[in-house]
């Protein structure tokens, strides 16, 4: 059976499905006819039966004890016969029409000396010429009566032909609906096949490398096969961002490393041209040292994009407003550490929370520590972060007093190596803005960065105003299902850093 089932599946799904409605027909029609013949037939050998039943009551009383007929027994018709058996299945008497042999066969003789019997001499098929239906009855016994069974028999003619007739018909028009159904349903398979083979046809220009190709699905049609081609579809474009995002994330890397991986080859060959001492030497290393510490940054920088733009782990719950204290807090310790002046300007934070959101603590530290590195590298101080939501929404926002950005920069801060010509004498590769761009979009969230009355967003809108004023501001929205009431907040400084204590309500 298995060997059937693999053969099977060899043939074309259009020839399997024809094939196997067709079998299903075969069936339904072979047993509707088989009900129709039986009806016929039954209808027909009733009507038989009747005459037979009805001859051997005219004839039976005319029986002698001998098992001749009496001179004043009725006439038979052209159609009908008669044999008169003794108990030793012996033919007594016959009608003209018939021989001295027995009718029926010894079996049907000896039943029926105990109660009627019906029995068909000659077949419906081969056809032959004398078809009958013989019916044997038991006489009286009285005394030393011969007579023991009357056999009766009429011709199966009209009968016969009757029913070679409706199997003809049904036979030829078995055929002709199957025939019909057959192309039918051929027809029926291939126009429902037709758009996977266009499907088809189509994935194969893809694979070709015409990658902008989709898949043409009827737009007014809700089926199996329109639903196979959107999900199709659907694939098709997630693939096709995910070969742009690593085709974005292998040019930019290539463009931007080849700088400094020229700049490195080219110390190293200018190191090799002449010897040098062990001080220059040293010299030498430290400046490709620094080199390298680029690199690895610059790298770095260009791997959590790429990992922020393929993930989106959202299913973890992260405080926002506290996670923005932490990093708060944790760079006014840095900054009181290092003698660089900027422990008079503390990083301020007003958080009304807790605000929870549905992104993981890493990506939440990712998006303020890029926020914060780029206020402090292209802004001014002070520096405030404030932590709020509103209507199911979280927001950050991390405002500087910096000259900020004119409007055609704001348009293309989150490109990659964006750079303003004031920010090229300064550190970093303009990297953040869109490393923090890709990880609030994976997790279905809005950056929007606002300077002077001029507003650019980036990501999935949230019905959430902007509430600012004109300095440089960049905003962050996160969705959040289970936003707070608005809570107090007590500002307490200690020393350079500035906290804020959260004080929820009693219950």
């Known amino acids: 059976m298995s060997g059937i089932s693999a053969r099977a599946t060899r043939f074309p799904l259009r020839v399997r499905l024809v094939a196997g409605f067709s079998a299903t027909m075969l069936l339904v029609l072979a047993a509707a006819g088989s009900f129709v013949y039986w009806r016929v037939a039954f209808a027909l050998d009733r009507q038989v039966n009747e005459d037979l039943t009805e001859l051997s009551h005219r004839l039976k009383p005319f029986v002698t004890p001998g098992g001749q007929l009496a001179a004043d027994a009725p006439a038979l018709a052209g159609t009908e016969a008669y044999q008169v058996l003794d108990r030793a299945r012996q033919v007594l008497a016959h009608s003209r029409s018939l021989t001295a042999d027995s009718l029926i066969t010894p079996a049907a003789a000896n039943k029926a000396l105990r109660s009627p019997v019906r029995q068909d ?8 010429n004398r078809p009958l239906r013989a019916y044997a009855v038991p006489l009286p016994r009285a005394g030393d009566q011969r007579a023991a069974v009357l056999v009766v028999a009429v011709r199966r003619d009209h009968r016969d032909e009757a029913l070679l007739e409706l199997l003809v018909q049904l036979s030829v028009a078995g055929i002709g609906a199957l025939l019909v159904t057959a192309v039918v349903g051929e027809r029926l398979a291939r126009l429902a096949l037709r758009p996977v083979e266009r499907y088809r046809i189509q994935a194969v220009g893809i694979i070709a490398g015409d990658t902008g190709v989709r898949l043409d699905v009827p737009p007014n049609r ?16 997630g693939l096709q961002n995910a070969l742009e995002t690593e085709r974005r994330f292998v040019n930019d890397a290539s463009h931007e490393l080849r700088t400094p991986l020229t700049l490195l080859k080219t110390r190293v060959q200018l190191a090799l041209r002449r010897p040098r001492t062990a001080t220059e030497h040293e010299a030498v290393l430290v400046e490709i040292e620094t080199d390298l510490v680029r690199l690895t940054r610059l790298a770095d920088q260009l791997l959590r994009i790429g990992a922020a733009e393929a993930t989106n782990q959202n299913a973890e719950r992260t405080d926002l407003a506290d996670a923005a204290e932490q ?3 944790r760079r006014n310790a840095l900054a009181t550490g290092d003698g660089n002046g900027h422990a008079n300007h503390p990083i301020a934070v007003h958080a009304f929370g807790p605000v929870y959101v549905n992104t993981g603590l890493t990506q939440v530290n990712q998006i303020l520590g890029n926020l914060l590195d780029n206020a402090a590298l ?12 509103t209507a199911g929404i979280a927001r950050l926002l991390v405002v500087d007093a910096g000259d900020g950005m004119d409007a055609e920069m704001l348009a293309n801060a989150t490109r990659r190596f964006s750079r303003s010509d004031r920010a090229r004498s300064r550190a970093g590769f303009g990297l953040g803005l869109s490393l923090v761009e890709a990880t609030v979009n994976a997790a279905d969230g809005e950056l929007r960065l606002c300077h002077a009355g001029t507003h650019q967003t980036f990501g999935h ?5 902007c509430d600012h004023g004109q300095a440089m501001t960049a905003t962050v929205l996160l969705p959040t299902r289970q936003p707070s009431g608005p809570l107090s907040v007590a500002t307490v400084e200690t020393g350079p850093a500035v906290f804020h204590a959260r004080h929820r309500p009693s219950p």
Do not use: Y
């Not at 001499?121 to 032959?128: K, Q, S, V, Y």
């Not at 292209?378 to 939501?389: A, C, D, F, Y």
């Open 121 to 128: 001499i000659g077949p419906l098929l081969p056809i032959n």
């Open 222 to 237: 809700d089926d199996e096969v329109t639903r196979l081609g959107h999900t199709l579809n659907a694939t098709l474009d």
């Open 327 to 329: 990093e708060a807090s």
């Open 378 to 389: 292209h802004g001014q101080p002070p520096i405030t972060i404030t932590v709020n939501h």
């Open 461 to 465: 809108p949230q019905p959430s105003p």
